[in-house]
């Protein structure tokens, strides 16, 4: 089994697109990384993911739940993050992780989901 790792960094101009379909739940395995691409070790301090529709910037609704945000690999900034529940509409999705430590908050995306339906 072999998985796709996804590097999103703190740059909000370097912006990562996928595509899934309406009714599908998706986990996704991606490697926070800061603007010169090194991996940022999240082992301590807490992640917060936040989904909006891309052309309104107002939160999508998967209808209730939150995402389930794992530290894979936490010295080399590897989340895994599993969407609240199956994708309930088309929509351009902009998925982005915030951590945090103390009072410090870093941002990190945006990773594009064009949710299509079938």
Known sequence: ????????????????????????????????????????DITTGSLAATYTTAATGVAYSFGGGSATLTKSLSSQGIVTVLNPAAYPTAAVVRLTLSFTVSTTVRRFGPLLIEVLAP
């Open 1 to 40: 089994m072999s998985v796709n790792i996804i590097n999103i960094t703190e740059d909000p101009e370097q912006v990562v697109q996928l595509a899934a379909w309406t009714g599908d739940w998706h986990t996704y395995v991606v490697r926070l990384v800061d603007s010169n691409g090194s991996p940022i």
